[in-house]
């Protein structure tokens, strides 16, 4: 252990770690694609996000997967025999329309994507909602639920259930 010669040597030793440690957190280069859980061939479902991991948005994707690790670790500790083996997909949606729509064809066609979910714009949620349609696959969204998404959203016949889980009529 090293030896200190006063408390202000030591101060200054915690002060330089503590800006290395936050400058290894600012500047680290984010991933575009973050994939965790049960590997492609493990996995029964596949959940495939789309999340802003870039740019001003990038905290809402940053947090997002941090809070999909924790579940997904309590999940796989208290698994049943049975249950889902999980894998989780995470893609960088720019906060753009174009590329999360292409994002969303990607995980569905090639990563083969049981569940969508993620977005931060209502706009993009709506087309998003309509690429998961087509490929019925499920989308589960935060918080984009507004009058103005309603009315196109049943102009479209679906529905809304739960708040932001977006699934069609029969």
């Not at 936050?22 to 479902?45: C, D, K, M, R, W």
């Not at 083996?85 to 090639?110: E, F, G, N, Y």
């Not at 083969?112 to 969204?141: M, P, R, W």
Request: include cysteine.
């Amino acid at each position: 252990m090293t030896q200190y010669k006063d408390s202000r040597q030591f101060k200054t030793s915690v002060l330089a770690i503590n800006f290395l440690l936050l400058l290894n957190i600012f500047v680290q280069p984010v991933q575009a694609n973050v994939q965790f859980g049960y590997s492609h061939e493990q996995a029964t479902v596949t959940v495939g996000c789309l999340y802003p991991l870039s740019g001003k948005g990038s905290l809402y994707g940053m947090d997002s997967i941090v809070a999909m690790k924790l579940a997904l670790k309590k999940i796989t500790k208290n698994r049943l025999s049975g249950s889902p083996k999980i894998r989780i997909i995470v893609r960088d949606s720019k906060s753009k329309m174009l590329p999360a729509i292409k994002i969303a064809h990607t995980l569905i066609q090639k990563d083969n994507a049981d569940f969508l979910c993620g977005i931060v714009s209502s706009g993009i949620a709506l087309e998003i909602t309509k690429v998961a349609y087509d490929h019925q696959v499920f989308f589960i969204g935060t918080d984009h639920w507004r009058q103005a998404s309603e009315h196109r959203l049943k102009k479209r016949q679906h529905l809304p259930v739960t708040g932001s889980v977006y699934c069609r009529w029969p």
